[in-house]
């Protein structure tokens, strides 16, 4: 990756609505020469641009981290299974004490629970803990760029 394909990115960190003609006018370079590089970018999944709305203004101020312990010879398959929940937009395999690691958005408690309850009755979740977010301080989606 090039340094101007990283400083593209950054830009678009900053503001994933910015034109390609304000990016290239910063970089010296033509708008169509920003749009193929920020389009080869995305072809090669290094770029996704998206809208980040706020959970709680959205109608699901229920916000939440689940960790579980699973069955680690199917952690692939629960952790698939995971994906097909509306309710969850984050899923990670991770090390450590626990083998995946969800974030989840419900329109309430009991919602929340039914969320959980439907969750330990996939096969090979062996136990969940659930950490309700009481106020998100920061929320960037930002990766670092090497």
């Given amino acids: 990756m090039s340094e101007t394909d990283k ?3 950054r830009k678009l960190q900053e503001d994933g609505r910015r034109s390609y003609a304000d990016i290239a006018a910063e970089l010296n ?4 020469a920003i749009q193929q590089r920020a389009q080869r970018l995305m072809e090669r999944e290094l770029l996704k641009v ?3 709305t706020n959970p709680v203004l959205m109608g699901v101020p229920v916000v939440a981290s689940i960790n579980l312990k699973v069955d680690g010879s199917i952690i692939r ?4 299974a995971l994906t097909k929940f509306d309710e ?8 450590g004490s626990y083998d ?4 989840v958005a419900c329109r309430d408690n009991t919602h929340l629970l039914d969320i959980i309850t439907e969750i330990s009755k996939i096969e090979g ?6 950490s309700i977010y009481l106020e998100i301080i920061k929320n960037t989606y930002q990766w670092g760029i090497p």
């Fill in 29 to 32: 370079l033509s708008p169509s």
């Fill in 50 to 52: 998206r809208a980040v």
């Fill in 77 to 80: 398959q629960i952790a698939t």
């Fill in 100 to 103: 995946i690691q969800i974030e």
């Fill in 125 to 130: 979740v062996r136990s969940t803990e659930t």
């Fill in 88 to 95: 969850i937009g984050y899923v990670v395999i991770s090390a």
């Fill in 7 to 9: 400083t593209i990115i």
